[in-house]
Every structure is written in structure tokens, then in C-alpha cells.
């Protein structure tokens, strides 16, 4: 079963792996809803991991600083 406990905060650069650093793909894309929510694949065969990314606007506004 796949955890989704952790998710990941997305931006203008190509996602990758949190695990191995290969560039994933999504797999699922929700973007267009409230919580604008991608689920991503790793593609590398020894890895598969599979991840939520979600945008936060705070983060790319630089609000965080």
C-alpha cells in the first residue's frame, strides 16, 4: 500500500524522485481542485516510488523568508 503521509511542495523545476532523483512523471493530475495536487511515479525501475506534490502559494510568493 502506498503511503501518502508526507507531501511534497512543487515549483517551476522539473520534479523529481525525493528518493533517487530521477525526474518523475504524474501519474495523477489535480491540479485544477482547491488543494492543486499532483501524484507522482518514479520511473526508475529499482525505485517506483510513488509521491504527492501540492503547490503552496506562501512558498512561491517567498513568504516563508
Do not use: G, W
Not at 520534479?15 to 518514479?42: M, Y
Amino acid at each position: 500500500m502506498v503511503d501518502y503521509s508526507e507531501v511534497y511542495i512543487y515549483s517551476d523545476q522539473p520534479t523529481t524522485c525525493p528518493k533517487c532523483s530521477a525526474r518523475s512523471k504524474v501519474v495523477l493530475n489535480l491540479s485544477h481542485t482547491n488543494d492543486k495536487t499532483e501524484v507522482h511515479l518514479c520511473p526508475d525501475n529499482d525505485c517506483n516510488y510513488e509521491f504527492v506534490m501540492q503547490y503552496d502559494e506562501d512558498f512561491d510568493n517567498a513568504s516563508l523568508l
